[in-house]
């Protein structure tokens, strides 16, 4: 991913109030002043689901994975249950 998206992507989602960035200044006497970024997303109440590292390891063709992620979608947050 170039750079530039990556910045068009944190703007949008700032603007938008889901990421806060934190900046702060360390001054290093090899490397002069170090500036790094954390970035913190906000936590979603309601419409989120978790999904487990594992799911893009296995081989699912596409049209089964995204089957699968759009059953996950309707499920109650954090669930697997449907109402």
């Known amino acids: 991913m170039d750079e530039r998206t990556i910045r068009r992507v944190i703007k949008r989602l700032k603007d938008a109030g889901y ?18 970024n954390s970035y913190y997303i906000k936590p979603a109440n309601k419409n989120y689901f978790f999904l487990d590292n ?30």
């Open 19 to 36: 990421l806060t960035v934190q900046t702060t200044i360390k001054e290093d006497a090899d490397r002069g002043f170090i500036k790094r």
């Open 54 to 83: 594992s799911f893009f390891k296995r081989n699912y063709p596409a049209k089964i994975a995204g089957f699968l992620l759009l059953l996950k979608a309707i499920c109650l947050n954090n669930t697997d249950t449907i109402q």
